[in-house]
Structure formats: structure tokens, C-alpha cells
């Protein structure tokens, strides 16, 4: 508690933003807010949007590139569709600098809680689905070949 | 007097509207304002009674049973068969059930393919093709060691007949091609193209999936070898739907696929088939909607097609200009002959944004490729927004649909 700089746990953070939204009463507003978060997602570096790093939905497109350092996994993303981008936010806020034990386990029920979990069904096919499927499999990934080395 | 008569409209659509139970619906909170009739239409309680009434009174296996139910449900059956065919002008031995305009095509493709195709020929499509009438001739082309040929298609959306002609050659054994693009709208020239192929001793298919609900159809008038569309676009169920081929081709056709009620004889010699449709109607097929699509059929021929017509052609052009007064929209497919499909883009905003927002103000329109990948290539967008119409949309909800996009280009901006 004294640590103010210490991170806060996956929990907190889906608290945090469960609590954001609940501010706004109608669609509109929460959409402005998603939209708002697409926009502030930290790009991806362009040499990575490229097909090593694609991930294709049938109606947008998102680039995803992982870096794995001191045992934490780091993201960055990219999406040609602004709605698709603010969950991407949402998700990385929650998801990101995390370690690969923590991604593996996270269950992101709080989509649910603040109602976009729409977005996050495979016949949106917008890439989500497969973003949050690719981001687990990085962490299974980077988990494995660490136990092996050890 | 004259004037009274003038002015009054041939679809009276809030009749036509109280048949569609689902237009009650609301979606996120608001009125349904449903305009994706080219992916599917919804259906009109005369249709859902059909559906009821064939489980509820007349359930039984056709053609095979001398029970009284059994024969009841094959005469319906076989009547909805007729209605069909009497609905395009053809016999109803060139009738054949189908799932839809996608097995339709594959039928053609495979059969076609056996009998006729050899190395070295050539099938043309067009850039504007769906995927079902792209697919199936690439897989019999490879197949065959045959060649796949593509009429390309201009900026506004039409057919380079130029191009056609050039590429209609001695080894091109079939031109299969749709009568109205699903995401541009465009009407192409059938009758004429169909002529131009023939000459060249060239058979034509037409795919006809997003015309039959939208165009009177006469195959005989056309002169189409094959002619293809679903059910579930025409006010029908889904599962069903049609292959119209003339009787020479079909005659000459192998068996599609094997199975009970399309043989003559069975021996393990030597085993003969049935003469079409029943030949290509393996197994127990979709009686419900078999019957059931004839309900739709005698539905829209009630309602009369030149009426559902006029009244889209009204709707379609009321949006398009109402969607040029918005700043930044840029129509995708403006050919001269076009029909109940818009679709656009606004600004830079991806579709899927677009659609998102509108679906959140009830309104259901398409977003992305339209299953036309190579045709979004040939315009260099990633999809399109599309609206497309039916005969109970009215005016109201066009409207609906420009304050939504206004809305969604506010926000997304
Ligand atoms: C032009 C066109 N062809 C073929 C199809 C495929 O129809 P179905 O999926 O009913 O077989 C469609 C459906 O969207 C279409 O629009």
C-alpha cells in the first residue's frame, strides 16, 4: 500500500475500468469514450504491421507484436477499424506488462460487466477474438521455453 | 380523379409491414429498421403458417410411401415445384431443389465440369461475382486442367462488354455470371450477354440470387442454360432453393450425388437413374422448404414483382441522393441499371465502425466484403457499408438510415 508505484493487479485494473464506464448511462457516450481510447493507443511501430504480425477478422484487421523482457510480456497493436481499436486498448490496458502466468489466467469477465463483450464474439470477426487467442498463446509460448531453459 | 389515383402508391406498406411479425421487433433498444434483405429477407406470416401447417398437418417422407400423408406431402411438394416453374417460365423437370444458389452452382460446376470440360478449356466469371460463383469453377477448373478467365468490371461498377467479347473464345465452355452484383447493385445486361455467348456455342450460367426477389424473371424469354437462386432471399426459409437447367444439359448431366430417390433400378452390377430433377435430388430432401418456398412465390406473385420493383427502385434512389447530401459519403457502384443495393463508404471511417454505430440505432445494414473479396481489391477498400432493400422498407427508414450515418460520422470523426 505504500508503494504507490507498484503495479496494480489484473483485478484492479478491470475494476478501474468497470468503474469508468459505469459514468456514462447511455451507448453514445460510452462509444465516444471507446473511440476516444482507440485513438490514444500507443502505435505500433510501422515495420512490424506487416503479415508476421497480422491478425486476420473478416471485417478489420489487427496487428499485434509481443516483446518479452524480465519475464514480462509487453504489447503493441494496431487496428484498421477505431472501435476495434479502443477494445484493443481496453484489453491491453488490463493485459499489458503483465507475466505470462497472469495473461494465461486471466478470465477479462469485466467485458461482460461493461457490456462490449458483443465485440469480443467470433461472428463479430473483427480480430479480437483471435488477438486475445494469439496473446495467450504468446504466453504459453514464452512460459514454456523458459521452463525448459531452467 | 386522375390525380388522386397518380399519387396513390401500389405497395401499401403498412399492410405489407403488419405481415412481417419481426418488423415489431426492437433491437438495443430501438425500432428495427432492418435493411439487409440482400443477405437475407425476413418472411411474411404467410410463410411461417406454411411452415406450421406442413409439420402440423401433412409431415410425412415423399415420394416413396402409398400412405395417404406420404402422398399429400409429395403432391405439395411437387405442386410448389410447378408454381416455381411457372414463376420463371420453365418446365418443372428443369426444376431442381437445391440448399441454395451456392449447391446450385456446385451442381453445374460438377456436373458441367464431367461432361463437358477438358484440359485446356476455358470458364469465364466476372470480377463482380460472389464467392459462390467464383469458388466452385476454380475447383473444377483445377479439376479439369481448365482455365478461369475474369471479365473485368469498370469504376462505376459495370461490365467491360469489350472485354467479354475478347475473351469469349473457341475453348471458353461456359460464362456463368450474376444478374445483379449483391454489393454493387449493378443490373447487368443479361439477355444480351446470354445472346453473345451463345453465338459463340458458349453455355451461360446466371446466378440469380439477388435478382428473383428484385425482377420479374422469365428463363425462356433470357434463354439461360442455368439459372440459380435461394429461397431465403425471396421471403422463403433458409435451406432451400432452386437450379433452373434446360432439359438438354441436364439430360446429358451425370448423377450430382448418389443416394435413395434419384435411381431407376439398383444392382450392384449396374445401376440406372431417374430422369431429372429427380436424378440430382438424392436422398430425403428439404420437404418443408421445398413446399414452403412455393407459399413465398405465390406471396411476392400476390403482392405482384413489378410492384416490389417499383417500390424499391423508389426507396434505393431516395438514398442514394439522400446519401450524396452528406459530406465525404462516396458510393461504391453507380452503374446506370441499378437495383435494391446501395452500397458506400464515409469519409475515411472503416465500414465496420460505421455499422457498429448504426447497429446500436437499431439498424441492420451489411459491412465488409460482401463475400467479394477480389471486387474490394479492384477498388482498393477494405469492405463497404451496404443497404439493401426490401418491399416492406418505406421511406421512413431510409431516413433513419441518413441520420445514422450522420450520427456515425459525428462520432467516428
Ligand atoms: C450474388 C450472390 N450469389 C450467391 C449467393 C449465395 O447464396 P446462398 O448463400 O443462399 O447459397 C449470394 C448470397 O449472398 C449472392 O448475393
Redesign the interface.
Known sequence: MLNMTETKSIAEVEEQIVEEFELFDDWMDKYEHLIEMGKSLPFIEQKFKTDEFIVKGCQSLVWLHPDFENGILHFTADSDAIITKGMIAILLRVLNDRTPDEIINAKLEFIDKINLKEHLTPTRANGLVSMLNKIKAYAEQVKLTRSHKS | MNEVLQEKKIIDVEQIRSQFPILNRKV?GQPLVYLDNAATTQKPQAVLDAIQKYYSEINANIHRGVHTLSQEATDAYEYSRKTIADFINAKSSEIIFTRGTTESINLVASCFGKKFVNAGDEILVTEMEHHSNIVPWQLMCEERKAVLKVIPVTDSGELMLDELTKLLSSKTKLLALTHVSNTLGTVNDVKEIISLAHKNGTAILIDGAQAIAHTQVDVQELDCDFYCFSGHKMYGPTGIGILFGKEKFLNEFPPYQGGGGMIKEVSFAKTTYADSPMKFEAGTPNIEGGIVLGEAVKWMKNVGVKNIAEHEHELLHYAIAQLKTIDGVRIIGEAKNHASAVSFLVGT?????T???LD?LGIAVR???HCNQPLMKRFNI??TVRASFAVYNANEEVDKLIEGVKRAKK??S
Open positions: 438495443n471511417n472503416h465500414p465496420y465502425d455499422g457498429v454505430i446500436k459491412t465488409g466484403h477494405p469492405g462520432m467516428l
